[in-house]
């Protein structure tokens, strides 16, 4: 399995921008696709978006399309999330999570999941 840290959350306006960072170590970080998933107080965890072992295949929730940008550096064995233009309704918990494949976005198809980075936006 591949072991993953968050980070790069916290307090932001509406209309700002984040950037989140997740850094793998264990296996071979390029053989996993790899996603990003949120969670709102009293919410279920959901899909953001997906990159494939390349990067050159993405997916996005429609929330979420032509504001947030997931890329890779598999060289730094690191998964980022550029978050623009907040809104209030991003608030939650993100995770980053790696899976054997890519293409699904079913949470039980990522097998290892970070611990999570707080973003908060504001009104």
């Known amino acids: 399995q591949v072991q993953l840290v968050e980070s790069g959350g916290g307090l932001v306006q509406a209309g700002g921008s984040l950037r989140l960072s997740c850094a793998a170590s264990?296996?071979?970080?390029?053989?996993?696709?790899m996603g990003w998933f949120r969670q709102a107080p009293g919410k279920e965890r959901e899909f953001v978006a997906a990159?494939?072992?390349?990067?050159?295949?993405?997916d996005y929730v429609d929330s979420v399309k032509g504001r947030f940008t997931i890329s890779r550096d598999n060289g730094r064995n690191t998964v980022y999330l550029q978050m623009n233009n907040l809104k209030p309704e991003d608030t939650a918990v993100y995770y980053c999570?790696?899976?054997?494949?890519?293409?699904?976005?079913?949470?039980?198809?990522?097998?290892?999941w970070g611990q999570g980075t707080q973003v908060n936006v504001s009104s």
């Open positions: 264990g296996r071979t970080f390029s053989s996993y696709g």
């Open positions: 990159i494939s072992w390349k990067g050159l295949r993405t």
């Open positions: 999570a790696a899976s054997n494949g890519y293409g699904s976005r079913r949470r039980t198809d990522f097998s290892s």
